[in-house]
């Protein structure tokens, strides 16, 4: 019985694991770019927005087989509001989709992978 819990604990690890290895490449680009616009962000408005991006403390959606990574976090330091970066991918590099409707085409669509760090509430 404990070798058969333990099958299922492992098998369940590597079906996890292996459900985001592909999409990573993409996650890991958005990600970057996220991290140097918050740097950027920080730099404009000294005090009020969190110094970098932290993943750990953040959603991430991946959308259409990859199409669209989905960001969302808090970049403003004692705000409770959450903020949604999409970034699309041509050829293989990650662009900011300014003006995106995330949150619509989030409820709309179901994400090929998702990333839960932080609750949302709607």
Do not use: W
Request: charged residues 40%; positive net charge; proline residues 2%.
């Amino acid at each position: 019985m404990k070798k058969l819990i333990a099958l299922i604990a492992v098998a369940t690890l590597v079906i996890a694991g292996c459900s985001s290895g592909k999409y990573t490449d993409k996650i890991d680009k958005a990600v970057k770019k996220q991290e140097k616009y918050q740097k950027h962000l920080a730099k404009e408005h000294k005090g009020d927005v969190e110094r970098k991006f932290e993943k750990k403390n953040s959603n991430i959606y991946v959308f259409d087989k990859g199409k669209y990574v989905m960001i969302a976090y808090k970049p403003i330091k004692d705000d409770a509001e959450v903020h949604h970066y999409t970034y699309k991918f041509k050829d293989g590099k990650a662009q900011y989709i300014k003006d995106f409707k995330a949150k619509g085409y989030a409820q709309k669509h179901k994400p090929d992978y998702k990333e839960e760090n932080m609750d949302i509430e709607s």
